[in-house]
């Protein structure tokens, strides 16, 4: 562990007297929040963050992390993310200033010093979520988890599908050759006439750079042969509708932006605690939809705050079955919106006795689906005999098993077949003109536990507490892209947008904490001033 003379001397003592004023300390209101944000970093325990420093001396003394990370974090609460826009305000601004004491803190440092510590701010981030809950700021009775869509570090033009990569690897390949016979020729002639044998270890420069860009191009090539391959799973023609693949950050996924048309994109993930909107947990994931993430969030909530949420909100983004199912195994009541696999009231499809039909006169109230059939809901399930009944009353039973994707998760569903669509009178509104043999219903292993949740979802305390969904999450949000800026992400890689996401949600939560903590005291000392008087 170094020693207390090991970090950097303070340039300015904050009681010193300069001629702009008294003190340093002397332009900062008693009330100004910089107070408070300092206050609530000398609590934190930054030994992980020393740890990472050498402790003999090299060269002049580093600045302590708890500073450097300070400014950082103060920055993006003030809504200043770049290096060099944070590097200014510890030239010109006093509240900066202050809080570092005077030190100037240039951009490089500041750069490096922000793509560092990946574990630390993540035990930070657990620092700050301890000390709300302490308070009672976090109570964790319900979250509320959601993505949305930040753009990429890459250019929207910058995307190339895999047939346009492969043109330019191969011009790249023809033109590498071309130099490589070139040097050879040359190394040849200066052989016969140096007499020299030996021969470069290294390409030269030029020739590096090039094989640097074909590696890159290679890369995403296959990358985008990859993203054709899962089209061509998900019934997409990728000769017709290839992917684009980004070429500045290549983890980054051509996704739907929030405002119209297609980007390069990630997808951050944030849990919101509902008591105070306090961040319990954060990610980001390169796919569209953030389904995979739902569970992870509940065992990280858990490893940081000792305990798990009782109440877990979701959008139909995240209906998944197989969440559904993991929720109730873990213990958490889930609430998303959630369609039940039978027939519900007002349905005439809900009879006593499915074995016999519907009446023709309601027909018609009968639900349909998007391709103006009759929906799934019209077929009443039969446990006992594991065979559904169609409207008309005719058996659909067992007819096979098929793997298919839902929600990201493999599941296996069972098909069931009717017999009797021949000579119905429902047939036109029931089986598709493309069906070649009866109307088919399948049925994947979550039924159950879907139904339990759309019985759940139906009570008048969860739509009321349902209706508090995007208070909690898209608030969030909304401060993290209004107030701190974070429209566009500024570092490439998933890895690295993860970090970057990690300090906004970081100083998202140390400002909320500062916030509270001001009107806690407030509140406590108008109440000692009420009780003296």
Same mark, same amino acid.
């Given at each position: 562990?170094? +020693?207390?003379?090991?970090?950097?001397? #303070?340039?300015?003592?904050?009681?010193?007297?300069?001629?702009?004023?008294?003190?340093?300390?002397?332009?900062?209101?008693? $009330?100004?929040?910089?107070?408070?944000?300092?206050?609530?970093?000398?609590?934190?325990?930054?030994?992980?963050?020393?740890?990472?420093?050498?402790?003999?001396?090299?060269?002049?003394?580093?600045?302590?992390?708890?500073?450097?990370?300070?400014?950082?974090?103060?920055?993006?609460?003030?809504?200043?993310?770049?290096?060099?826009?944070?590097?200014?305000?510890?030239?010109?601004?006093?509240?900066?200033?202050?809080?570092?004491?005077?030190?100037?803190? $240039? =951009?490089?440092?500041?750069?490096?010093?922000?793509?560092?510590?990946?574990?630390?701010?993540? $035990?930070?981030?657990?620092? &700050?979520?301890?000390?709300?809950?302490?308070?009672?700021?976090?109570?964790?009775?319900?979250?509320?988890?959601? !993505?949305?869509?930040?753009?990429? *570090? *890459?250019?929207?033009?910058?995307?190339?599908?895999?047939?346009?990569?492969?043109?330019?690897? @191969?011009?790249?390949?023809?033109?590498?050759?071309?130099?490589? $016979?070139?040097?050879?020729?040359?190394? #040849?002639?200066?052989?016969?006439?140096?007499?020299?044998?030996?021969?470069?270890?290294?390409?030269?420069?030029?020739?590096?750079?090039?094989?640097?860009?074909?590696?890159?191009?290679?890369?995403?090539?296959?990358?985008?042969?990859?993203?054709?391959?899962?089209?061509?799973?998900?019934?997409? *023609?990728?000769?017709?509708?290839?992917?684009?693949?980004?070429?500045?950050?290549?983890?980054?996924?051509?996704?739907?932006?929030?405002?119209?048309?297609? @980007?390069?994109?990630?997808?951050?993930?944030?849990?919101?605690?509902?008591?105070?909107?306090?961040?319990?947990?954060?990610?980001?994931?390169?796919?569209?939809?953030?389904?995979?993430?739902?569970?992870?969030?509940?065992?990280?909530?858990?490893?940081?705050?000792?305990?798990?949420?009782?109440?877990? &909100?979701?959008?139909?983004?995240? *209906?998944?079955? =197989?969440?559904?199912?993991?929720?109730?195994?873990?213990?958490?009541?889930?609430?998303?919106?959630?369609?039940?696999?039978?027939?519900?009231? !007002?349905?005439?499809?809900?009879?006593?006795?499915?074995?016999?039909?519907?009446?023709?006169?309601?027909?018609?109230?009968?639900?349909?689906?998007?391709?103006?059939?009759?929906?799934?809901?019209?077929?009443?399930?039969?446990?006992?005999?594991?065979?559904?009944?169609?409207?008309?009353?005719? +058996?659909?039973?067992?007819?096979?098993?098929?793997?298919?994707?839902?929600?990201?998760?493999?599941?296996?569903?069972?098909?069931?077949?009717?017999?009797?669509?021949?000579?119905?009178?429902? #047939?036109?509104?029931?089986?598709?003109?493309?069906?070649? !043999?009866?109307?088919?219903?399948?049925?994947?292993?979550?039924?159950?536990?879907?139904?339990? +949740?759309? @019985?759940?979802?139906?009570?008048?305390? #969860?739509?009321?507490?349902?209706?508090?969904?995007?208070?909690?999450?898209?608030? +969030?949000?909304?401060?993290?892209?209004?107030?701190? !800026?974070?429209?566009?992400?500024?570092?490439?890689?998933?890895?690295?947008?993860? =970090?970057?996401?990690?300090?906004?949600?970081?100083?998202?939560?140390?400002?909320?904490?500062?916030?509270?903590?001001?009107?806690?005291?407030?509140?406590?000392?108008?109440?000692?001033?009420?009780?003296?008087?």
């Amino acid at each position: 562990m170094a +020693t207390i003379d090991y970090w950097a001397e #303070a340039p300015l003592s904050r009681e010193q007297i300069p001629l702009f004023d008294p003190t340093l300390d002397g332009v900062i209101a008693e $009330d100004d929040s910089v107070r408070l944000f300092d206050e609530v970093l000398g609590e934190v325990d930054w030994s992980p963050w020393e740890a990472e420093y050498h402790a003999a001396r090299r060269g002049q003394p580093p600045i302590h992390p708890r500073h450097v990370a300070g400014a950082i974090l103060y920055g993006l609460c003030r809504g200043l993310r770049s290096s060099r826009k944070l590097e200014e305000a510890t030239v010109y601004r006093l509240d900066f200033r202050w809080l570092l004491l005077g030190r100037r803190i $240039d =951009h490089t440092t500041l750069s490096k010093f922000r793509g560092k510590f990946r574990s630390q701010l993540k $035990d930070l981030f657990k620092q &700050l979520g301890r000390i709300a809950m302490t308070i009672g700021l976090i109570r964790l009775g319900e979250v509320a988890f959601d !993505g949305t869509r930040v753009k990429a *570090n *890459n250019s929207r033009y910058a995307t190339r599908t895999a047939k346009t990569l492969a043109e330019k690897l @191969a011009a790249l390949d023809a033109l590498f050759d071309e130099m490589m $016979d070139a040097l050879e020729a040359t190394d #040849a002639a200066e052989q016969k006439t140096f007499n020299q044998d030996d021969s470069p270890t290294q390409l030269p420069p030029e020739l590096a750079e090039l094989d640097a860009r074909r590696e890159k191009i290679r890369a995403a090539m296959e990358q985008a042969q990859a993203a054709d391959e899962q089209r061509k799973k998900k019934g997409v *023609n990728p000769e017709q509708n290839p992917a684009q693949t980004p070429t500045t950050d290549p983890d980054s996924r051509v996704m739907p932006n929030k405002e119209g048309g297609y @980007a390069p994109n990630y997808t951050p993930v944030a849990t919101t605690d509902g008591e105070n909107g306090f961040i319990v947990d954060c990610d980001v994931t390169d796919e569209v939809n953030e389904a995979s993430l739902a569970l992870p969030s509940v065992e990280n909530i858990e490893a940081i705050f000792g305990e798990k949420p009782e109440k877990f &909100l979701t959008d139909a983004g995240n *209906n998944h079955g =197989h969440i559904m199912q993991q929720m109730e195994e873990a213990g958490v009541a889930f609430y998303a919106p959630a369609t039940p696999s039978g027939p519900q009231e !007002g349905n005439p499809a809900k009879r006593d006795d499915p074995t016999q039909p519907v009446p023709q006169e309601q027909w018609n109230e009968l639900p349909r689906n998007s391709q103006k059939k009759l929906d799934k809901s019209c077929f009443v399930y039969d446990d006992e005999l594991d065979q559904y009944h169609c409207p008309q009353g005719e +058996t659909l039973a067992f007819e096979k098993t098929k793997p298919d994707v839902r929600g990201g998760a493999r599941v296996t569903l069972r098909v069931y077949r009717c017999d009797a669509c021949a000579g119905c009178p429902l #047939a036109e509104h029931c089986v598709s003109s493309q069906s070649k !043999g009866g109307r088919t219903i399948t049925r994947d292993g979550y039924e159950e536990v879907r139904d339990r +949740t759309a @019985a759940r979802m139906a009570t008048e305390e #969860a739509r009321e507490l349902y209706n508090q969904r995007p208070r909690i999450a898209e608030t +969030t949000f909304g401060n993290m892209k209004s107030i701190l !800026g974070l429209r566009q992400f500024l570092l490439r890689g998933l890895e690295n947008v993860k =970090h970057e996401w990690q300090w906004a949600c970081t100083a998202f939560n140390l400002g909320k904490l500062v916030r509270h903590l001001a009107r806690l005291r407030a509140e406590f000392a108008q109440l000692a001033a009420d009780g003296e008087s």
